[in-house]
């Protein structure tokens, strides 16, 4: 791997970041004792964290074989503004980089209210008292970018344009590279595996495509940019859109939304609609596991958002020449 890639690790949470050490510990599974490995390999979607992060750790481990290692923290929440850190851990967080001599960005949620708003405000104060002009903030909504330019312009040139906010076609496994599907020809004249081309193609286009909404993104003041790995890649032009590019690995989101289904289980009164009432946060304790045949690997639904494990499909992403300048290591689910 001949290009430098910054490696970046992501902890939604204080409690997860105190966990770093045994997240980033390779373990060889062929050491793990049968009778454990059962259990620990079963189709259980509460031991897919554990268990898919044991393979992704050996890619990561190509990237360190390679002169490149963790230089920067993402810390902060972006799928539930109910587990959004307080100051406190975002302040914990911050210094645990500086310890570690890494850069630091503040990740912000999408799908907020006011009351989501005012604590990512309190966050953001917060990390201008400590003097953190260097930081980066992950924008994931709109209202919370409204809220930067009028309260934090100082931020302006240190944004990134979150995943939320950067629209790619997803959940189309139908479209990955190499994959014969069959293609409908009757009456068609078009060469087969033009159409072929032309299909992954469109489904490798993303939002910052169009030239119009990319010279709005750059007034706003982003400068990086932030994606999922998808089975079909991503379309970036010559130039790179004059952005930075991040890509999360090894879990990418295929949905999510305002709702919770995970909270209106245990609240039936609140019709799986967001409130700004406490939570009960079962989503620290329950996963759900949708039956997709498209995916060998299930997905699963923790909280409002449905995740997929993207290590069936990242290996084009780490043996070709990356057309990526960061990448953003999730060891543990995001939420």
């Known amino acids: 791997m001949s290009k430098k890639i910054e490696l970046a690790i992501y902890f939604p949470d204080l409690h997860r970041l105190e966990m770093i050490d045994d997240f980033l510990k390779i373990i060889d599974a062929r050491e793990i004792p049968s009778y454990l490995a059962t259990v620990m390999f079963s189709l259980n979607p509460n031991n897919y ?17 390679n002169g490149m290692d963790f230089s920067r923290l993402y810390f902060g929440q972006e799928f539930c503004q109910n587990l959004t850190p307080p100051a406190e851990e975002v302040e914990h967080a911050y210094y645990f980089s500086r ?80 994959m014969k599907f069959p293609v409908h020809m009757n009456g068609i004249e078009t060469v087969e595996q033009e159409i072929r081309d032309m299909q992954i193609q469109s489904y490798r286009d993303v939002s910052l ?41 090894p879990w990418a989101f295929i949905a999510t939304a305002r709702n919770c289904p995970t909270a209106g289980l245990a609240d039936p009164v609140r019709t799986l609609m967001m409130t700004d009432k406490p939570c009960g946060k079962l989503c620290k304790k329950y996963n759900c596991t949708p039956l997709l045949i498209q995916f060998e690997t299930p997905a699963v639904q923790r909280g409002p958002t449905l995740f997929i494990y993207v290590g069936d499909f990242a290996e084009h992403y780490f043996l070709q020449s990356p057309n990526y300048e960061r990448l953003i290591f999730e060891p543990c689910l995001p939420i």
């Open 49 to 65: 964290e554990f268990t898919n992060n044991l393979s992704s750790l050996s890619w990561i481990q190509l990237f360190q074989d």
């Open 99 to 178: 310890q570690m001599d890494w850069d630091f960005t503040y990740v912000t949620g999408g799908y907020q209210t006011d009351v989501g708003i005012s604590k990512i405000v309190e966050n953001l104060t917060r990390l201008r008292g400590l003097g953190a002009d260097d930081c980066e903030v992950v924008v994931n909504d709109w209202g919370v970018l409204n809220v930067i330019h009028r309260d934090f312009p100082e931020l302006k040139g240190r944004l990134v344009l979150g995943r939320l906010l950067n629209k790619q076609t997803r959940l189309n496994l139908f479209a990955q590279p190499g």
């Open 209 to 249: 495509s169009n030239p119009v909404y990319l010279k709005e993104v750059h007034e706003w003041g982003f400068t990086n940019a932030d994606f999922d790995m998808t089975p079909q890649g991503i379309y970036r032009p010559e130039g790179g859109w004059d952005m930075t590019m991040g890509l999360y690995y």
